[in-house]
């Protein structure tokens, strides 16, 4: 269960947003949810008993599937914008592959400066390849030296385009929270 759920006091504004969602739930005919019957059947089916649910997921451009959709290579579900999508994808290609541990906290993850400057260090002693997307918000608590000593081994991007990353084979870990994280 994500932090602002189980402990609304964490992020209150995210939290009343999310449960101003549900303000007028009672005129909705239908649920959609990013899911899939057969992945979630007994979350869909207790759900199901409080309100209707239409699953419709996942949510993966045709491109990735079985390329019946022509050109249908985005889901356009961004909260961010990359500023150059191929940083990512020109830095990943010069890795062997299994070798990139991929990190990312998500949108709503606020680790303390403490917790941030030693995931730096790990990530930079670990002597592994890394693509480690850190926020703005973010940025200030990392190490001020770390960025100078990483640049042959790792790569510090604001927002990642997932599935256009994903879809490679030099990943080696995922290191990365679902529920706040995850931008299908």
């Avoid at 991007?157 to 994903?166: I, P, R, Y």
């Amino acid at each position: 269960m994500p932090s602002f759920i189980y402990d609304p006091g964490q992020y209150p504004a995210y939290f009343d947003m999310v449960l101003n969602q549900f303000s007028n739930a009672d005129k909705a005919h239908f649920f959609l949810v990013n899911t899939f019957y057969n992945l979630e059947r007994e979350a869909v089916d207790s759900m199901s008993k409080f309100c209707p649910l239409l699953t419709i997921g996942p949510t993966v451009p045709s491109f990735y599937l079985d390329n019946r959709v022509q050109n249908d290579k985005d889901n356009d579900l961004n909260l961010y914008k990359l500023l150059d999508p191929s940083i990512c994808t020109n830095w990943l290609n010069t890795k062997p592959e299994r070798s990139v541990v991929y990190v990312s906290f998500g949108s709503m993850a606020c680790l303390s400066n403490e917790q941030m400057e030693e995931l730096a260090w790990g990530l930079k002693q670990s002597n592994f390849y890394f693509l480690w997307v850190v926020r703005a918000s973010e940025e200030p608590k990392l190490p001020k030296q770390f960025i100078g000593e990483i640049a042959d081994k790792g790569l510090l991007v604001k927002w990642s385009l997932n599935w256009k990353c994903f879809l490679t084979k030099l990943w080696g870990v995922f290191f990365f929270s679902w529920w706040v994280e995850f931008k299908y």
